[in-house]
């Protein structure tokens, strides 16, 4: 059964730390999402990659947030210097975009729930 | 994307149908009305598209009005673990982009 893995499931750590959620998207999907759900904001993407380059980042706050694809099988996102106000729960999709398909069908992993105390 | 509008909140009673509305009167004519849910404490599930035609999986239906200003996701026979949050998203098919995803419709299934 195919299914988008992201680890870890759950971290706690302190203001000012760094912070790397890591995404294994669906084997041959080839472009992948990076979401944030907050009970005030609901679910807001963040960022995505097709073909492992970056397409749309705008969502993100850049000057502490990074997103990479090192390789198709795996994508991350990074928090550096962490605050409070980025617990969230971080979401990874992956999708196809082949030609002819309607597009839009994406498959969420369980999520990386963040703690930043 | 175009903007949906769905109700905040539905109960419905175990074994019956729940038929959840969004209206989407600004879609375009090359956008697909998807619907997602989200379970508590997990991520988001794809359900069904459709972008004319009435469409049915192993989920659910989707019924889609003839002027596509308004849609119905139908599950035919639901059960308590069809208590989630709904989406229903309004997304042209041009190409792999991000949800815009609204506050959707909580559905909460009664025993």
């Known amino acids: 059964d195919a299914r988008v893995t992201q680890t870890p499931r759950h971290k706690v750590t302190e203001m000012g730390q760094e912070v790397t959620m890591r995404c294994q998207p669906i084997?041959?999907?080839?472009?992948v999402f990076w979401y944030r759900q907050t009970m005030m904001q609901g679910l807001e993407l963040l960022a995505y990659f097709r073909n492992r380059a970056p397409l749309d980042d705008s969502g993100m706050p850049k000057d502490r947030f990074s997103a990479e694809m090192p390789d198709a099988t795996l994508a991350t996102l990074k928090i550096q210097p962490s605050e409070p106000r980025d617990s969230a729960v971080y979401f990874c999709?992956?999708?196809?975009?082949?030609?002819?398909?309607?597009?839009?069908?994406?498959?969420f992993g369980a999520g990386t729930r963040l703690s930043v105390l | 994307d175009a903007k949906t509008t769905q109700p905040p909140s539905m109960d419905c009673a175990e074994g019956r149908a729940a038929n959840l509305p969004c209206n989407h009167s600004?879609?375009?004519?090359?956008?697909?009305v998807y619907w997602y849910r989200q379970i508590h404490s997990q991520g988001p599930q794809y359900i069904i598209h459709g972008l004319k035609n009435n469409e049915t999986n192993e989920m659910a239906s989707l019924i889609i009005t003839e002027d596509r200003k308004s849609s119905t996701l139908i599950l035919p026979h639901a059960t308590l673990r069809d208590t989630a949050v709904y989406y229903c998203i309004a997304r042209g098919g041009g190409g792999a982009d991000g949800l815009t995803f609204g506050k959707g419709t909580h559905l909460i299934i009664q025993p």
């Open positions: 600004t879609i375009s004519g090359n956008e697909y």
């Open positions: 084997l041959g999907h080839n472009t």
């Open positions: 999709a992956s999708g196809s975009s082949g030609h002819g398909l309607a597009k839009n069908i994406q498959y």
